[in-house]
């Protein structure tokens, strides 16, 4: 059964600490992503990742950055956390083969930035 | 810009009843359409995936249509439960490679007892 897991279902952090997001999938799946979700604005992507140690940009990648050592594991970092990032962070990932690339997502991490 | 929107925002029926969601998308060039589930503080669950020459698919009580000319999709529900009350998002995909999709913003279902 696929499975995509994330180290947190809740994570409450304060204003400027560094944080680290997980995201484990145990599908060997080529493709990795990081989506913020909040009300009113749907799903936003913030990092992909295709491959071992490559990683692209999304639509708001500012105030983020991502590390994928492992095929496995992809994490996202906020280097210096601030009350806007307060947000459910949605991880997925996909294959590369076939037409559809249809994307797993993980249980979500409810941050809270005080 | 590829744009994906989804009517109503929101719906309540009672329990037993139909209901049909809408999606509209301006995604070009198209590769395919999801329907997603999405329980509350849970993540996404596929529902449905229509690539461009499906235009029905079914899972259980869930039947999504597709209209590639008119780029209108809708997700109908039969007989609703309660356990159906959830986030419902389409999400449109792009042919650019490393699956870039287009996520509508959701209609929130509640199906009342």
Same mark, same amino acid.
């Given at each position: 059964?696929? /499975?995509?897991?994330?180290?947190?279902?809740?994570?409450?952090?304060?204003?400027?600490?560094?944080?680290?997001?997980e995201?484990?999938?145990?599908?060997d799946?080529?493709?990795?992503?990081?989506?913020?979700?909040d009300?009113?604005?749907?799903?936003?992507?913030?990092?992909?990742?295709?491959?071992?140690?490559? /990683?692209?940009?999304?639509?708001?990648?500012?105030?983020?950055?991502?590390?994928?050592?492992? /095929?496995?594991?992809?994490?996202?970092?906020?280097?210096?956390?601030?009350?806007?990032?307060?947000?459910?962070?949605?991880?997925?990932?996909?294959?590369?083969?076939?037409?559809?690339?249809?994307?797993?997502?993980?249980?979500?991490?409810?941050?809270?930035?005080? | 810009?590829?744009?994906?929107?989804?009517?109503?925002?929101?719906?309540?029926?009672?329990?037993?009843?139909n209901?049909?969601?809408?999606?509209?998308?301006?995604?070009?060039?198209?590769?395919?359409?999801?329907?997603?589930?999405?329980?509350?503080?849970?993540?996404?669950?596929?529902?449905?995936?229509?690539?461009?020459?499906e235009?029905t698919?079914?899972n259980?009580?869930?039947?999504?249509?597709?209209?590639?000319?008119?780029?209108?999709?809708?997700?109908?529900?039969?007989?609703?439960?309660?356990?159906?009350?959830?986030?419902?998002?389409?999400?449109?995909?792009?042919?650019?490679?490393y699956?870039?999709?287009?996520?509508?913003?959701?209609?929130?279902?509640?199906?009342?007892?």
């Amino acid at each position: 059964d696929v /499975k995509v897991t994330q180290s947190s279902r809740y994570l409450v952090k304060r204003t400027g600490e560094k944080v680290f997001l997980e995201c484990v999938q145990d599908m060997d799946h080529e493709n990795m992503f990081w989506y913020r979700q909040d009300p009113g604005l749907g799903l936003r992507l913030i990092y992909f990742s295709y491959d071992v140690k490559m /990683k692209e940009k999304g639509d708001i990648p500012e105030g983020y950055s991502v590390s994928r050592e492992k /095929k496995e594991r992809f994490s996202l970092i906020l280097e210096s956390a601030s009350t806007n990032q307060t947000s459910m962070y949605l991880c997925a990932s996909s294959s590369s083969a076939g037409a559809t690339y249809e994307q797993y997502f993980g249980p979500g991490t409810r941050l809270t930035v005080t | 810009k590829n744009q994906v929107e989804q009517s109503p925002q929101s719906l309540i029926i009672l329990e037993g009843k139909n209901c049909t969601l809408q999606c509209n998308y301006t995604v070009s060039p198209f590769s395919n359409l999801r329907w997603y589930k999405q329980d509350t503080g849970r993540g996404p669950v596929s529902l449905t995936i229509m690539t461009f020459s499906e235009n029905t698919k079914s899972n259980g009580r869930y039947t999504a249509t597709l209209d590639a000319d008119t780029k209108q999709s809708s997700l109908h529900i039969t007989a609703s439960q309660l356990s159906d009350s959830a986030s419902y998002i389409c999400v449109v995909s792009a042919l650019s490679g490393y699956s870039t999709l287009t996520f509508g913003k959701g209609t929130m279902l509640l199906v009342s007892p």
